[in-house]
């Protein structure tokens, strides 16, 4: 979507004309939003910041970056998703935003699960995760995304060789022809972690089953 599609979304959401609505973002002339919608220049942060004060409904990360729906309100229940564990260190990367209803109204983040290891998880499905902001608050038992400087993976943790330690295991216990497991248990400190997301659940979508923007 162009930036002058944006401000015809604006006017045609505000009902005001051209000039009413220049007038109630407090800029000189309509001709600015002309300019726009002729592809002559686009939003400017200055304009963008004008605009999201006199609708402040309208979210700014759709104003600036196109990222999610346009407003507050149909942003409820929305949550980012991202297509492998590796986009959430990718400053460049452009989630998808899906609504993920009332099942995980704790939900805060959604990544679409490329892995085996973990057996409960089938590969495709959607893992729908909460931010963990205190480590003290870790469930052995519980499977957690780990993100370090390294790595980023879904295990389930358990308690490591002492308190500065945590172990990650896969719940997929495959083996190759000689027995050895394919996905080993491995321990990592726990000051390497810069992010961990509690898994809630998981979404298998079918046809139209989750909504999308």
Known sequence: M????????????????????????GIASAQTFTDIRGGRHGIS?????????AFPEIRKEWLMFESGPMTHKEAEGMIAMFNSVEEITDSKSSPDYINVGSCFPKAEIAIRNTSDSMAEYPV?????????????????????????NEFVTVKRLQKGKDNAHI???????????????????????????????????????????????
Not at 2 to 22: C, H, P, R
Not at 45 to 53: C, H, P, Q, T, V
Not at 177 to 183: A, H, Q, S, V
């Open 2 to 25: 162009t930036d002058g599609e944006k401000l015809i979304e604006i006017q045609q959401m505000t009902g005001l004309t051209w000039k009413d609505l220049a007038d109630k973002v």
């Open 45 to 53: 942060m200055k304009l963008a910041n004008k605009i999201i004060e």
């Open 124 to 148: 495709g499905c959607i893992l729908v995760m909460k931010r963990v902001m205190d480590m003290k608050l870790l469930i052995p038992g519980n499977n957690y995304l780990i993100e370090t």
């Open 167 to 213: 172990a990650l295991y896969s719940s997929n216990c495959a083996t190759y022809p000689d027995g050895k497991m394919i996905y080993e248990p491995f321990e990592i400190p726990i000051d390497s972690v810069s992010r961990m997301f509690y898994v809630l659940g998981y979404i298998y979508p079918q046809a139209n089953d989750i909504n999308k923007v």
